[in-house]
């Protein structure tokens, strides 16, 4: 038996690979296997070659548990090692030197660890012991056994060893003693190992014999040594994929549509990319593509690699390109990760092209389903963007779908406004604004439904994209105003009609909550609406985008609701309303207004004379004049105030208009609602 020492020049690169290198201390099930299976991949390599004769034979490699003695054995029928070899790739370290390695680990642990082939290291994070007991291919090679009790000291030795290749034995250490377990070693190879290119065995297939559970003598092989993904795409069928997916996530719904991709410069990958139904709750959506590295599993985070739309879909990505083990921010500011990512999104775009353009009914059909994916991506990615533009959808409430080109040819004629920008009309919801989306109609109007989860964002960045155009939602205005054109109809109340009018409906409209009302006056026709709601645009888009945004205290989430109760001036009842305030308040208000415009007179005159003087100047008696003035002008304003009111709460047509206005608005809510059951009960 010889001894030696490892190629390190300190002592601490143990308790580094143990403590800090891996975090997860399960992947040197992954570490052993990958190598178990690239000795055998070599030799495969070797006898294609001709450079090795015997036969390849049964080249399973075989995964062991020993509960008693609490080892992991790791078996290949692959290249083997001489003692020569063990010395250069074991002993030495894979890497040119643990001065090196340490003077980059300080920097950074994560970023190298990829970079230097630590891989059979990875053992010790679990091991107290661990023997490589190996022999080579070669004709006549003597068998070895290298042992290490995870110090820098070696033991080697020449040992009888039939077979080719390499077991790998390590003794687990008290800490780790949870991996002595098959359930355990089961889950892992399930994870790391599912679609290794190398069958792998895990002790043998079972089944029920008299009532008991009996080994088989068929392996119980753990993986797929051909995954759909490094099939031919020409070779497989849609029900390939299909299955495929339920294999990855037996719980989900069939995905929409899949992506196959293989790529081979400038960097390698291949996958299979699936469309999600994506539902409203994106979060747990995300994250659920599985890396792997040449068919090792990796992680099923994929943050940083792919574009943060993109983590909404599923699927697999296989890259010898993507370095493995290092950090989040070295991924990003990798550059081979940025090609990648750059090329998976426009793989991405240009699959949703083809079927958008091969089939389109197809595509109409799922776009509901699509939709939140490709606005999510729009909204957070220029260059998927540009190209998603030419085939995202707009839909009406019709249900009928356009492409941002045809839509703008839809409304060209009958929605340019004044100004000749484009008005895009939309609803968030088809029944609450159905009566505007009917006025609208009407008028020969298209109106959108944009009723997604990301519309409020994506009308704005719309906005921003579309060169004159606008999103006006269809109540947030009265049907002749949302597309301001020229000509206009002539309001025919006068200002004091208007001012009395703006009091007896002001003072009718019951609490809706928080929300607010202003009274506005409108020249409709005679045969639109007497009296409406409706919110201002921007408003209501504020208030959405900080409700969307989360922001408790933000400022516009704080506003109460504000909505404009429009009266069509025009209207006949509305103009029988205003004759018969006149009718029956008329002298009354006459006096008053005759008081009020007096008192106003002597006011500016005392304003006037104030104006140029000091304060101190001013006579006492001026200032207490002043005073009493301001004082009666607010009681002759009272009195009118209550005259109008009083008319109101006795006019059944008015109260009658505005919860005929709420009603269409889906606002007319608990004791309000209740007194117009009574009411409209009391008319029949
Ligand atoms: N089962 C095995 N059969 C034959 N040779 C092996 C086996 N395991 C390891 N080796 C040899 O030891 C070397 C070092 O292995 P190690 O896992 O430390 O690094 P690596 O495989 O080169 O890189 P990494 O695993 O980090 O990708 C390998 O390159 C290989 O030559």
């Known amino acids: 038996m010889q001894k030696g020492n490892i190629g390190v020049s300190t002592e601490n690169i143990f308790p580094i690979i143990k403590k800090y290198l891996y975090s997860d201390h399960e992947i040197f099930l992954r570490e052993l296997i990958s190598n178990a ?11 294609s070659v001709g450079e090795f004769k015997g036969e390849l034979g049964d080249m399973t490699i075989r995964v062991s548990l020993d509960e008693k003695k609490k080892t992991i054995t790791i078996s290949d029928r692959g290249v083997g090692m001489t003692a020569e070899e063990i010395e250069k790739y074991i002993n030495q370290l894979a890497f040119s030197g643990a001065n090196e390695f340490l003077e980059k680990y300080k920097k950074d642990a994560h970023a190298i660890i990829g970079h230097f082939g630590l891989g059979f290291y990875s053992s010790f994070m679990v091991s107290k012991k661990v023997d490589i007991i190996t022999r080579s291919f070669r004709e006549d090679a003597q068998a070895v056994k290298w042992s290490c009790d995870g110090n820098t000291e070696y033991t080697i030795e020449e040992i009888k060893k039939e077979d080719r290749g390499t077991d790998i034995v390590l003794h687990i250490d008290d800490e780790n003693q949870s991996f002595v377990d098959k359930n355990e070693i089961s889950r ?6 599912r679609f290794l290119p190398v069958e792998i065995a895990f002790g043998k297939e079972t089944e029920w014999k008299d009532g008991k559970e009996v080994e088989t003598d068929k392996d119980n092989v753990v993986n797929e040594v051909n995954p759909l993904w490094t099939q031919k795409p020409a070779d497989l069928k849609d029900e390939d994929y299909k299955n495929f997916y339920r294999e990855l996530y037996p719980m989900a719904e069939d995905p929409l549509f899949n992506i196959h991709l293989n790529v081979d410069y400038p960097f390698n990958l291949t996958g299979v990319l699936y469309f999600p139904k994506i539902k409203n709750n994106i979060e747990i959506q995300k994250n659920k593509i599985q890396l792997y590295c040449n068919q090792v599993y990796v992680t099923d985070s994929v ?7 993109l983590t909404l879909l599923h699927g697999v990505l296989d890259s010898p390109d993507i370095p493995l083990n290092v950090s989040r921010s070295y991924l990003q500011s990798d550059s081979n990760v940025k090609k990648i990512s750059s090329h998976i999104t426009k793989k991405v775009a240009d699959r949703l092209e083809e079927i958008f353009k091969s089939d389109r009914k197809t ?10 994916f490709i606005e999510y991506g729009m909204l957070t990615d220029e260059k998927f963007y ?3 533009a030419k085939f995202a959808l707009l839909k009406n409430t019709e249900g009928k779908c356009f492409t941002f080109e045809e839509y703008k040819d839809i409304i060209k004629t009958n929605q340019t406004d004044k100004d000749d920008n ?19 109609k009407n008028k020969g109007y298209d109106v959108l439904l944009m009723d997604g989860h990301f519309d409020s964002h994506f009308i704005n960045h719309l906005e921003q994209k579309f060169e004159k155009g606008r999103f006006v939602r269809v109540d947030s205005d009265v049907v002749e105003k949302l597309v301001p054109k020229e000509e206009q109809n002539e309001l025919k109340l006068t200002p004091e009609q208007r001012e009395n009018l703006t009091t007896v409906f002001s003072s009718q409209i019951p609490q809706v909550g928080k929300t ?3 009274v506005t006056f409108e020249a409709l026709g005679e045969n639109d609406t007497p009296v409406m709601i409706t919110q201002q645009e921007f408003m209501r888009r504020m208030k959405e985008m900080s409700a969307l945004q989360g922001g408790g205290g933000m400022f516009y989430g704080e506003m109460p609701d504000s909505y404009n109760l429009v009266v069509n001036g025009n209207h006949p009842l509305v103009s029988r309303i205003s004759e018969t305030v006149e009718n029956e308040l008329g002298g009354k208000l006459k006096t008053i207004n005759g008081r009020i415009s007096s008192l106003d007179a002597r ?16 006579p006492q008696a001026e200032k207490e004049e002043l005073e009493d003035v301001d004082k009666k002008i607010s009681e002759q304003k009272g009195k009118k105030e209550t005259l109008l009111t009083d008319y109101a709460s006795g006019s059944k047509l008015v109260s009658q208009l505005i919860d005929l206005a709420l009603l269409s608005n889906n606002m007319l809510k608990g004791e309000a609602l209740n007194k117009f059951v009574k009411r409209s009960i009391d008319l029949i």
């Not at 484009?422 to 609208?440: G, P």
């Not at 005159?605 to 101190?616: G, H, I, S």
Request: with cysteine; aromatic share 12%.
């Open 516 to 518: 607010h009302f202003l």
């Open 386 to 388: 540009d190209r998603a």
């Open 303 to 309: 943050e940083g690699i792919v574009p943060e739309f």
């Open 188 to 193: 892992l190879l399930k994870k790391y190992c």
């Open 363 to 372: 595509f109409e059909e799922k776009w509901d389903d699509l939709k939140l």
């Open 603 to 618: 006011k500016s005159e005392l304003e006037a004379a104030k104006k140029d003087k000091k304060e101190e100047e001013v």
């Open 37 to 47: 299976v690239d000795a055998s991949q070599k030799l495969k390599t070797l006898a």
């Open 422 to 440: 484009l008005v895009y009309l939309y609803s968030t919801n088809k029944d609450d604004q159905f009566t505007f989306i009917e006025a609208a």
